[in-house]
């Protein structure tokens, strides 16, 4: 089932009355109670109304100024005139047989109207004991690995703070996960499902949050730390960092900081065991090579037998999926605490690859389990809609290259 949404008429309207003004989604207290002070308020009440809007956006997700019922009606006109809470815009919803529902979503820089618009997907995955969204750090990606369908989508720009909590706050809307808010009713497809964790108890949708994507999360850093510092935020969204996932194709310099800094659940996109190989599915391998890569692993901050790494292997046909290519995953990840997520490949148009047998992945994660390892074979989802891991690709692409150029800065 697929829906699509024309908010075009609506967005621009909204956006011609957005010149001018900044998003306060996405600032962390100390920058939101500084915005603040600069409408005039001291700086003990631009503290105290800092935390009571982060209130209303992360806990409440109230994107009107109007129904801030403790801010008084001056100071609620003050904060419309100055600023916005801005949210994407849904290109498209569109809902799988199995419940898995994707989003098009599309962000407008307003400080800069001129830019043209960028868009971007975000994954929504209801399963028995949790509902998992899978989040976007960039419009495209630099790296080019051979299997991913992101990967043919050269880099557009990094999504802000802001951008990257926008996909969290409006997929929570859509889900009713505010409070107050309502389930979308789907016809008997599968509803959302209710999981554990977060300040609510069971009453989630989202329960858990992963970074896989589009694009490379430690390239954009900054602005991920700061958009992962509020999700896990008591006060901002409240996820526990056990329960976010940031997935890398190995950025080593980047992978102590994100564990000190951050503090979430790593993922390695690994792929292949020997450098040779991995130089060809997951380019980056040439800049840091597989000895460097593991060990930065050894060195997570915080790694331990229950906070372990995950290494994620993409099931290719007759390219890494030997019986050799297995006992050297185990080999090589000895003495690091991992669990091992093996991905049958998802074709996407234009790929040479093709995915393993069933029986070849069997027999991996047979050889991969007997050495002590948990080894899920992570079920597709969503690939009637396109949403499966490697599949997402924006339409930003079909932007003329001047827009590209423009955006790119
Ligand atoms: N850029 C980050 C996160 C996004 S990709 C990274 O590479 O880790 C999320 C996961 O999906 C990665 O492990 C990636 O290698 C995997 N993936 C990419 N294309 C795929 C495909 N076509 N089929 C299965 N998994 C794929
Ligand atoms: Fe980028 Fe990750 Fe795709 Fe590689 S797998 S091209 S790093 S999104």
């Known amino acids: 089932m697929s829906i699509a949404l024309n908010l075009d008429h609506a967005a621009n309207a909204a956006h011609r009355e957005a010149r001018g003004k900044s998003s306060l989604v996405g600032l962390s ?21 800092a935390s009571q809007l982060w209130n209303w956006i992360y806990h409440n997700g109230i994107t009107d100024f109007e129904r801030m019922s403790n801010i008084g009606k001056g100071f609620r006109r003050t904060l419309a005139d100055n600023f916005l809470l801005d949210r994407p815009e849904i290109v498209s919803e569109q809902v799988s047989t199995d419940g898995t529902r994707k989003w098009l979503f599309r962000f407008r820089d307003p400080a800069n109207p ?43 720009r990094n999504l802000s703070a ?19 808010g309502s389930r979308p009713g789907d016809g008997g497809l599968v509803p ?59 950025v080593v310099p980047q992978i102590e900081p994100a564990g000190r800094e951050i503090g979430v659940m790593l993922a390695i996109s690994l792929h292949a065991v020997r450098d040779d190989l991995r130089d060809m599915l997951v380019p980056i391998n040439r800049k840091w090579p597989l000895k460097e890569l593991l060990d930065a692993c050894r060195a997570y901050p915080g790694l331990s037998n229950a906070r372990r790494i995950t290494f994620e292997y993409v099931m290719l046909k007759d390219i890494n999926d030997s019986d050799a290519d297995a006992r050297e995953l185990v080999r090589l990840l000895a003495g690091i ?38 080894s899920p074979v992570r079920t597709p989802r969503g690939r009637d809609i396109f949403a499966a891991c490697g599949q997402l690709k924006s339409e930003t692409e079909r932007l003329s290259r001047k827009d590209r150029e423009a955006l790119a800065g």
């Open 162 to 180: 802001g951008e990257i909590l926008g996909q969290i706050l409006m997929a929570r809307e859509r889900l009713g996960d505010f409070p107050g």
């Open 29 to 49: 207290r100390t920058e939101l109670a500084v915005a603040l002070g600069a409408t005039g308020l001291d700086a003990r009440e631009a503290r105290m109304r």
């Open 114 to 156: 001129n830019m043209p618009p960028v868009e971007i997907e975000t994954v929504y995955i209801p399963e028995e004991d949790r509902g998992t969204l899978c989040i976007s750090s960039q419009v495209g990606c630099t790296l080019t690995c051979s299997f991913c369908h992101t990967g043919t989508q050269m880099l557009v």
């Open 192 to 250: 959302a499902p209710r999981g554990s964790g977060g300040s609510e108890g069971d009453s989630r949708a989202i329960t858990n949050v992963v970074m896989m994507g589009m694009g490379e999360p430690l390239y954009n850093y900054d602005n991920v730390k700061q958009a992962l510092l509020i999700a896990s935020d008591e006060a901002g969204i409240s996820l526990s960092r056990r329960r976010i996932t940031l997935s890398t194709s190995g």
């Open 337 to 374: 605490p991992a669990k091992i997520n093996l991905i049958p490949f998802n074709p996407w148009p234009g790929t040479n690859y093709d995915c393993s047998s069933s029986s070849r992945i069997e027999r991996f994660a047979d050889i991969v389990n007997a050495a002590g390892y948990a």
